[in-house]
């Protein structure tokens, strides 16, 4: 049990919608970061948070934004959904700093684009 | 730019083998190189943390190890068991505490 809690599970759009994907944090993190992950393949960085943030950003469009909240737990938000944005979208959280960069996941929201 | 490659994509083995899970890299600054495993439609679950500094580490019946300066690591599993099965997927992590993962290697245990 990793403590970081996704929602929804599973979620279904249609093309040009706006979503949004939310996550806890597990107890103590300050750092959360989102991945996307095409089936079959590895996940993807799109960006990170620390103590509210934006701290990384990966070769994501800016209609992929987010927030991070006080109590640490964070939002993702897709615009203008696309086809190719069908996915499992994935949460870590870790503590923060130097000397501990294990990185801790979420079970994923998997989003189904039509 | 850092990739990461997973050999091989796919792997089946008779349950009670120990078997051999391998990580490259490209880029060998990195912070640290992190082991996990997925099962299918689910979450990572965290298997290992090797720091950069640190050349092995293990959790029960399994084993990491880093070369950092040849850009690889391996995973040994031993004596596999029919749970075992899922998605191994290896991840470095080069300073920006951001991960660039591989492919994943895909095993099956057969009982």
């Known amino acids: 049990e990793t403590g970081v809690t996704q929602s929804p599970t599973h979620l279904i759009k249609t093309r040009g919608q706006q979503v949004t994907l939310r996550c806890s944090s597990q107890?103590?993190?300050?750092?959360v970061s989102w991945y996307q992950q095409a089936l079959g393949q590895g996940p993807q960085f799109i960006f990170q948070?620390?103590?509210?943030?934006?701290?990384g950003r990966g070769n994501f469009p800016p209609r992929f934004s987010g927030l991070q909240f006080p109590n640490y737990s964070s939002e993702l938000n897709v615009n203008a959904l696309e086809l190719d944005d069908s996915a499992l979208y994935l949460c870590?959280?870790?503590?923060?700093?130097?000397?501990?960069?294990?990185?801790?996941f979420g079970q994923g929201t998997r989003l189904t684009v039509v | 730019k850092q990739e990461v490659t997973q050999i091989p994509a796919a792997l089946s083995v008779p349950e009670g083998e120990n078997l051999v899970l391998n990580c490259s890299f490209t880029?060998?600054?990195?912070?640290?190189l992190q082991w996990f495993r997925q099962d299918p439609g689910k979450g990572l679950t965290s298997l290992l943390l090797?720091?950069?500094?640190?050349r092995e580490q293990t959790s029960g019946r399994l084993n990491a190890s880093l070369d950092k300066s040849s850009g690889r690591s391996t995973l040994y599993i031993a004596a596999s068991q029919p749970g075992d099965s899922a998605t191994y997927l290896c991840?470095?992590?080069?300073?920006?505490?951001?991960?660039?993962f591989g492919k994943g290697t895909k095993l099956s245990v057969i009982p």
């Open positions: 870590a959280s870790s503590p923060g700093g130097r000397l501990n960069t294990e990185a801790f």
């Open positions: 107890s103590g993190h300050n750092t």
């Open positions: 948070y620390y103590r509210e943030e934006e701290n």
């Open positions: 880029d060998s600054a990195i912070y640290n």
């Open positions: 090797i720091q950069s500094s640190q």
């Open positions: 991840a470095v992590e080069a300073g920006s505490y951001q991960l660039t």
